[in-house]
């Protein structure tokens, strides 16, 4: 009798929304949205998307001594991306472009961590859809997948709408109704049979 050994590679979440449920009471991480940029065995990096700093961009122009006379969209606000490197910046957009320092995430958008793109939306030459954060979310090799199994997350596609077109605090609940899922009728029990 021959055994058949099947390796099954695991799903990778990149280009996925990771969804905190309603008992997840971690303080980084409490009723956000992350949109996963990366995925793989070494570990996963995404960006929150719902939790805006008090910092806007006009005062990140005049910290990076950027000429933004050509940037007049008013209030925009800079994201607190995660809670490791706070101090690094990172831009997600449609319009993938070429920049200096670009991960594509997929078809129509991508993640880049080089002032050039910065500039150019100063210049009036960037992006049109675009949302820069401070810091990212990380995980270790094999991390991300135990948070899941121990039900900390929902995950599921992400929609590109819902990043660049949805008011910030309707985000969480906007991602998980996308996945078909009414968070408010999610107990914060969790039980086992």
Known sequence: ???????????SLSDQFLIAMPAL???NFSKTVTYMC???EEGAMG??????LDLDIHELFSHLEIDNTQHNKGYIPIYQGGP??????????RDIGEW???I?????????????????????????????ALGYAGWG?????????ANAWLNGPAEAGIIFDVPIEQRWTASANHLGIELKNISSDIGHA
């Not at 960006?47 to 805006?52: F, G, K």
């Not at 090799?141 to 199994?149: M, P, T």
């Open 1 to 11: 009798m021959s055994i058949l050994y099947i390796m099954v590679e695991p799903s």
């Open 25 to 27: 009471d971690d303080p």
């Open 38 to 40: 990366e995925h793989n």
């Open 47 to 52: 960006l929150v998307i719902n939790r805006p």
């Open 84 to 93: 490791v490197q706070t101090e690094r910046g990172f831009v997600l957009h």
């Open 100 to 102: 200096e320092a670009s």
């Open 104 to 132: 594509k995430v997929n078809e129509d958008i991508a993640i880049t961590m080089s002032q050039d793109i910065i500039a150019a939306i100063a210049d009036g030459k960037g992006p049109k859809d675009f949302l820069i």
């Open 141 to 149: 090799a094999g991390q991300l997948e135990a948070e899941l199994a």
